[in-house]
């Protein structure tokens, strides 16, 4: 604390002190002064009026100074010693307010005679402030707590409730969104001198009431335009829950109305993990097969959304036994009853579990489940059936499917399969900014850049994006979903500044997303982050971020895909700092745990680096074996003219430039520089691909390759 902050302070005890007792019109500036206490200083003698003017510069600041200083007191004493919890639900997070303004309006009732006198002080003018002469400009105070509380003064505002505010209001806000930096406190302060007129102009009043009323007006005020209106929802089913706890705990009241709060979190996308417990909490209240009552579809739906809501948060184990919950009663109960309803609810628990099998790393055992789930739901989508239910199941399916296939290494039908649910879905809807035309664009752009098409993927991610930022909350799952995978289309483009700046202006990388939406989007930004901090240059930076993420995941929720993703970012950024020995550690441990066939372009990918850790150690022949087990990947799974496949042949061609051996160069980079198109109507790798660049300038530079000629474009209104 700085000397003028201890004055500051001093002169606000003495002056609580003062108009305790006098009345303000009677209380004389040399009788503050008087008892000021600042024994540090040295000064025992008398102080002068001269001098606290001095000091405070107005009446103004003197009694914003005093309330500061007796309410600190006062809280001290009577509020809560340990800081404030993250609430649980919406109404405790306003109960929360509402109790730390209930000790502000207690205050005013202790302290009813000094906040009388700091009213009639905080809009008092002296006639010397009056004059033409004076400053026009308003005093500096030090930017300290007590500093604002002196400032806030002079323009006759009162903080003194501010800092015990702040932090209160700051958590609350956590249960649905996280504060901006800086909106706790500027919440707290317009609160504080919003309470002080309220309160001092009601002294008769039911302080419950009064707090009750002025936690309303900050949740209207500042908390509904920071979250969104869709919390007003949540806020009544939250309150017609509690209220059928209380007049009527396990009947069928209390079941409808804990399914309405979970319909209220699940349907924004925002708070999944707070779904997931609102799920299980559902699952609880419903009977149990073969309890009288028991509706086996209802069960299949909960046991369904909670398994969702897990699998998208990043609780892979968790989410699986929800799904395998929902598999069992569908197949074994459900179907004995209602044998269509059986099929359904099986087909969706498959298709939800193929999606997870995705998130697990084992996207190939993910296809064959999905397309399971497809072949179920296909019948009853045919062309003449519309916008049918059965449509809307099965094209969401043909989506999973698309992925699964690219994601397995099968790029090329992943693709084509991936075009035709975006043409079916806007023939179907008519409408290219329809939100599930744009669903499918986004599986688009993901199969384009399996299958090296980034260009496209961006053009397709950023109108994408673009439509869903528009319908759904920035915070939710989905805009961020899109945000992380346009990032990882720049980070394939080798364009990590953009990376950095799309990561870092969006929710994804704080720590509140990573609580309550998804661990697992959280992690793969996080995975990019550290990609795209390397290439721009910082590699102790990204080594320092990776290793810390790595660490964290490691036997965490996410699952061993997630860990692996983690260390195979680790092992890139340690060598691209020149640490091969301990990338080569690294991706030891990685591929002890991948499994067969599991995720061949996560082989790929770590056979791929483990040749180059070789090569930058010098062992010719290690790097040789890793090399020849990646090309044997194009009959295990992946497309012959996959990416990465197409990669490794890049690196051999470099190697053998490098050591001045330029037989078979022509041949390994034939498949990179043809510009035939596959069956998904692209060549391998499309127009603007880094690794085609750097493959048409080896090309060049060695002389020993044959450059496929391209037949120049002519635009026709030049012809």
Not at 94 to 105: G, H, N, S, W
Not at 261 to 284: F, H, K, M, N, Q
Not at 598 to 613: E, H, S, V
Request: glycine residues 8%.
């Amino acid at each position: 604390m700085s000397a003028q902050e201890r004055r500051l302070s001093a002169i606000g005890e003495a002056a609580a002190g003062v108009l305790r007792t006098t009345a303000y019109h009677l209380v004389r500036a040399e009788d503050v002064a008087a008892a000021v206490r600042l024994s540090r200083e040295g000064h025992s003698g008398r102080r002068s009026a001269v001098w606290l003017y001095n000091e405070v510069k107005s009446r103004r600041v003197l009694v914003a100074l005093a309330l500061d200083h007796a309410f600190a007191e006062f809280a001290e004493r009577n509020g809560p010693q340990e800081p404030p919890s993250v609430p649980a639900s919406l109404v405790e997070a306003r109960d929360q307010v509402t109790q730390a303004l209930l000790l502000v309006a207690r205050f005013h009732r202790a302290e009813s005679f000094l906040t009388q006198q700091v009213q009639l002080g905080i809009g008092d003018i002296a006639t010397s402030e009056k004059r033409q002469s004076a400053p026009q400009e308003p005093p500096s105070w030090p930017g300290s707590a007590i500093g604002r509380v002196a400032s806030a003064g002079w323009a006759g505002r009162v903080l003194a409730y501010a800092r015990h505010l702040a932090p209160v209001l700051a958590a609350a806000a956590q249960a649905v969104c996280p504060p901006p930096p800086g909106w706790a406190e500027s919440c707290a302060e317009k609160l504080s001198d919003l309470a002080f007129d309220a309160l001092t102009d009601d002294p008769d009043g039911p302080v419950d009431r009064q707090a009750a009323a002025l936690g309303a007006h900050w949740y209207e005020r500042h908390l509904v335009p920071l979250a969104g209106s869709w919390i007003n929802d949540l806020d009544v089913a939250e309150r017609v829950l509690d209220l059928a706890r209380r007049s009527a705990p396990g009947t069928r009241a209390e079941t409808d109305a804990q399914a309405g709060v979970l319909r209220s979190v699940a349907d924004t996308g925002i708070l999944l993990r707070r779904a997931a417990d609102e799920a299980a909490e559902l699952t609880r209240l419903l009977p149990r097969p073969g309890e009288p009552g028991g509706d086996l579809s209802s069960l299949c739906d909960v046991h369904g959304r909670r398994g969702l809501a897990l699998a998208r948060y990043g609780d892979l184990e968790a989410a699986r036994a929800c799904l395998m919950d929902c598999l069992a009663v569908a197949e074994n109960e459900l179907a004995a009853r209602e044998p269509a309803e059986g099929v359904a609810y099986a087909a969706r628990a498959r298709h939800n579990l193929g999606e997870l099998l995705m998130e697990a790393g084992r996207p190939a055992e993910a296809a064959q489940l999905i397309e399971r789930a497809r072949s179920a739901r296909a019948e009853g989508a045919s062309p003449g059936a519309g916008l049918s239910p059965a449509w809307r199941r099965y094209t969401v399916t043909a989506q999973a499917a698309a992925r699964a296939a690219a994601r397995s290494g099968d790029v090329v039908a992943g693709l084509r399969l991936a075009e035709a649910v975006v043409t079916d879905r806007q023939a179907r809807l008519g409408e290219p900014g329809d939100i599930n035309v744009v669903a499918a664009r986004v599986s688009l752009a993901e199969t384009l850049l399996e299958a090296g098409q980034p260009i496209e993927a961006r053009h397709l991610l950023q109108e994408a994006r673009r439509h869903r930022a528009e319908l759904l909350q920035p915070i939710a799952y989905w805009p961020n979903y899109d945000t992380v995978r346009l990032a990882q289309v720049e980070l394939a483009l080798r364009e990590p500044a953009t990376v950095l700046r799309l990561l870092e202006r969006s929710p994804v990388l704080s720590e509140w997303f990573a609580a309550h939406v998804s661990f697992r989007l959280w992690a793969e930004a996080r995975i990019a982050h550290g990609l795209a901090t390397a290439l721009a240059g910082d590699a102790a930076a990204a080594r320092a971020a990776l290793a810390e993420l790595a660490g964290r995941l490691e036997g965490g929720p996410g699952g061993e895909a997630l860990t692996a993703a983690a260390r195979r970012a680790l092992a890139e950024a340690e060598l691209m700092g020149g640490d091969a020995e301990t990338a080569a550690g690294l991706l030891t441990r990685v591929r002890e745990c991948e499994a067969v066939p599991g995720d061949p372009p996560g082989r790929a990918r770590t056979l791929l680096l483990a040749a180059r850790c070789e090569d930058a150690r010098g062992d010719d022949a290690a790097a040789g074996r890793h090399r020849a087990a990646l090309t044997a990947l194009a009959g295990g799974g992946l497309d012959p003219s996959h990416p990465l496949l197409l990669e490794g042949r890049y690196d051999e061609a470099v190697r053998r430039f490098e050591t001045g051996r330029f037989e078979g160069l022509d041949a390994l980079l034939a498949p990179l520089l043809d510009r035939t198109p596959l069956a998904h109507g692209r060549p391998a790798l499309g127009e603007g691909h880094p690794l085609l660049l750097k493959a048409m300038v080896l090309a060049d530079r060695s002389g020993a390759v044959h450059l496929p000629r391209v037949p120049r474009q002519v635009l026709w209104e030049d012809a």
